[in-house]
Structures are given as structure tokens and as C-alpha cells.
């Protein structure tokens, strides 16, 4: 069963789903999860939170703010400490509904949420299990691998050009997510990013917006989640990586989940970043119900 719902993030309003196991007869172990890069839930999330609610779970599946359905303001900005902000305040939420066992809370993520909720992981010991799936862990490395070289210096120069105007006054710059250009200026410059990111949100989430701030993609470069991997443990810690992922690159999350304490679990995918939510479903989704019922049911 899934449900509508709303809560309140330090002053902004957060929306989304519940999914609730159909017949549950108390309060259920829940899954706290939002999306990646600029994605809003209707980009298969849906198809997660139903795997989760059939394996007896719940989830609370919602869009970040300043994106989908969620409130906030500038509108398509991306800030990664406020979006981990919001995931514990997603979880204070679910504690409060009768549905949710609220000493039974894991966390999910995928790509940039899937840093996210390693350093939710690490930080807040509500959370009982952690999943992530093709993650991010370092902005600053991660930034090196997918623009080129010879690129660095100009993409700085943006960088600079639009701190400078919105000192002057002026509204931050935009910048695509996705360009069908991998030359062109872009927050994700691969072209499997350019197809499922244009192919998904004209099949099934029409709010996408192929656009964020360009400070957005200053905080990416910025951001290092990987930093708090090994504060996970003694909470059991799953991490699915995709073998040919080349844009959170396979070999940097491979390389963190050494550094991760047990418990934890690592899965490998044989296909690239964006399979876990298509061809690779199952298995992704699958490894991860599997692991929130073997540490939350």
C-alpha cells in the first residue's frame, strides 16, 4: 500500500511516499530513501519502494528538496550537506507514523544519495542498516575521472565567474545536467547519463528538469562522503557496485568498501551505472530487501 505524504525539513516541506507491506498487522521495519544527481522519485524509486514493501518492509521514498514535488528554494539547486540534513529529518518523521517501527530504521541510497546515506550511516545511530548502490565517494576524484583534463581549468573559471556575479546581485548560473554533446558543458558528461537521464524522465517523470545551479556541480566537486565509510560499522553496511560503471566509477567504490568495517556485504553488478534501476533490477533490488530483512526483520 503507499500513501502520499509530507514533512517538514528545518522549514522547508518535504514530499514523497509511504509504502507500507500490504496486511501489515504493527508497525514495520522502514526503509528511509531518496534519489541521485537532480533525479526526482518517479525515476524508479517506486519500483524499490514495492520491493521493499513485499519483503515485508516499509519505505519512505521522497524527493529532495528544491526538486519534484518538494518545496524549496533556488529551485534545481543541489547542496549535498543539506540533502544529508534531510535524510535525518526524514527519519524523524518516520518515527512519528504508526506504521513504522521507529527503532527499525535503514537507510537506502544510490549514486549521490548513496554517499549521502554513507555519511547518515556514520553520523546517526537511529539508523540500524545501511544499503548504497553505485555511490559516490569522492567529489573531488570522482570530478578528475569524468572531465577531462584540459577541462579543469575553464569548468574552475565558471566556478569563479558565478560566485563573483551572485555577489553582485545576480541569480546563480544554470548549467545541464545532460548534454547529447559530451564536449558540451554538463553536470554529468557521459552519454549514458544524456540517454536514461532524457529517456526516463520523458517515459516516466515528466517534473525532471534537465538543469541545476552551477554551484551545484562546485559542491559535487567538493564533496568526499567516502571520508566517513569506516564509522559505519558496528551498523551492517551493503554496498552494490556496477563492474563497468564509469560515471561514480566502479574501482573508487570498490577501493572505499576496504576501508568499510564488518559487518558489511559488497555486491558486483557485470553492467554499468544506470542498470541498477533496468536490466539489473532485480539483482540490485534483491540484495539490498535481502539485506534490511536479515538486520531489520
Request: glycine fraction near 8%; include cysteine; hydrophobic fraction near 45%.
Amino acid at each position: 500500500m503507499r500513501s502520499d505524504v509530507e514533512f517538514d525539513a528545518d522549514g522547508t516541506t518535504l514530499r514523497g511516499w509511504l509504502y507500507v507491506p500490504d496486511g501489515a498487522a504493527g508497525p514495520v521495519p522502514t526503509i528511509v530513501m531518496a534519489h541521485g544527481f537532480s533525479a526526482v522519485k518517479e525515476m524508479y524509486l517506486d519500483r524499490f519502494g514495492q520491493a521493499f514493501a513485499a519483503a515485508g518492509l516499509g519505505a519512505l521514498v521522497y524527493d529532495h528538496r528544491n526538486f519534484g514535488a518538494s518545496d524549496g528554494e533556488p529551485r534545481l539547486e543541489i547542496d549535498p550537506w543539506e540533502q544529508v540534513r534531510d535524510y535525518r529529518d526524514a527519519i524523524t518523521y518516520a518515527q512519528t507514523r504508526d506504521e513504522v517501527d521507529g527503532d527499525r530504521i535503514g537507510v537506502w541510497g544510490s549514486s549521490y544519495s548513496g554517499g549521502h546515506v554513507i555519511v547518515v550511516g556514520a553520523i546517526d545511530r537511529r539508523v540500524k542498516c545501511v544499503a548504497c548502490q553505485v555511490p559516490l565517494i569522492s567529489g573531488h576524484r570522482n570530478a578528475r575521472r569524468i572531465v577531462r583534463s584540459d577541462f579543469l581549468a575553464p569548468v574552475g573559471a565558471m566556478f569563479d565567474d558565478d560566485r563573483a556575479a551572485r555577489y553582485a546581485g545576480q541569480p546563480p548560473a544554470m548549467i545541464p545536467v545532460v548534454d547529447e554533446d559530451p564536449m558540451a558543458p554538463s553536470a554529468l558528461p557521459t552519454a549514458d547519463s544524456y540517454e536514461w537521464f532524457t529517456e526516463t524522465g520523458r517515459a516516466r517523470a515528466p517534473s525532471w528538469v534537465n538543469e541545476v545551479t552551477l554551484r551545484s556541480v562546485e559542491m559535487f566537486w567538493e564533496y568526499e562522503p567516502g571520508a566517513y565509510i569506516a564509522w559505519i560499522s558496528p551498523t551492517p553496511f551493503l554496498m552494490v557496485v556496477a563492474a563497468k560503471d564509469h560515471l561514480t566509477v566502479a574501482d573508487l567504490a570498490i577501493e572505499a568498501y576496504e576501508q568499510a568495517r564488518e559487518p558489511k556485504r559488497l555486491v558486483v553488478l557485470p553492467g554499468a551505472h544506470f542498470d541498477a534501476y533496468t536490466v539489473a533490477f532485480d539483482d540490485a533490488a534483491g540484495a539490498a530487501a535481502e539485506w534490511f530483512t536479515q538486520h531489520l526483520l
